[in-house]
């Protein structure tokens, strides 16, 4: 198995770092008033990627905190994967071209697989499925629309398109850390020829032993947020499993 990549998360609501509960946006955490420097924080940690998410974006259809992004973007030099709000290749185009590595798109997969489909030939490895799953059934416009849809049907519809991983979000365990759904990750991931990133829920390090000892190559990595800002997860610590991953942990 390779290394793991544990992907600190910043989620942007108003233009600060937040967490939300069960992605409710009126039950918001205040976590850093200045992305910029959060990001920095991760990245002086030893994180090799960053994770962001423009919250306000996700339910306006459009990006709504450009401003921070890109001066998390000029802040540091990791690569960084963006979902919030990322609905027509104008915008993939755009934010592809202003640095961001990777793109997440999320109800568009729902809406218009062709879109996503067509976004994933035309930047191979550069766009990432949004997964969002709430009582196993996919969700949208952030979070408030559910569908009948499960993650595997979803991510079925984008084996052959060139597409970087499933973004795997259980709503009902996210910024609650209750723990990580490793069950329902790695079940996706043996389902599917795309690489799965767990997210929602991470509580301590026992979850990223979880996933890794589900022992499923297909799982590329895992999103953590508030157990990083509350401080619950050891970094370093977290890091040095991740990394012997790949070495047969």
């Known amino acids: 198995m390779a290394p793991m990549i544990i992907f600190p998360a910043i989620d ?42 423009d919250l306000n974006g996700a339910f306006a259809g459009k990006s709504a905190n450009t401003d921070a992004i890109k001066s ?23 934010w592809l071209a202003a640095g961001i590595t990777r793109v997440i798109l999320g109800t568009a997969a729902l809406t218009d697989p062709e879109f996503v489909k067509n976004a994933a030939r035309a930047f191979p490895g550069r766009i990432v499925v949004g997964a969002d799953a709430k009582g196993g059934r996919i969700a949208t416009q952030g979070w408030a629309e559910i ?4 993650p595997v049907e979803l991510g079925k519809r984008f084996e052959d398109a060139g597409v970087a991983a499933i973004l795997f979000t259980d709503i009902d365990g996210d910024g609650l850390l209750k723990g990580v759904n490793f069950l329902a990750t790695a079940a996706l991931a043996r389902a ?22 589900a022992n499923e190559p297909g799982i590329e990595g895992v999103v953590v947020g508030r157990a990083l800002y509350d401080g619950r997860i050891d970094v370093h610590a977290a890091l040095a499993r991740a990394a012997d991953a790949g070495h047969g942990y």
């Open 12 to 53: 942007l609501k108003d233009g600060v770092c937040v967490r939300l509960k069960k992605g409710v946006m009126a039950d918001a955490t205040v976590f850093n008033t200045n992305p910029a420097s959060q990001a920095k924080t991760f990245q002086t940690q030893g994180f090799q990627w960053l994770h962001c998410v």
């Open 72 to 94: 998390i973007r000029a802040a540091i030099d990791l690569p960084i994967q963006l979902g919030g709000g990322i609905r027509d290749m104008a915008a993939v185009e755009g």
């Open 147 to 150: 569908s009948e849809l499960t």
């Open 192 to 213: 599917l020829s795309i690489p799965v990133i767990a997210s929602g829920g991470v509580g301590s390090i026992v979850d990223i032993d979880a996933l890794i000892a």
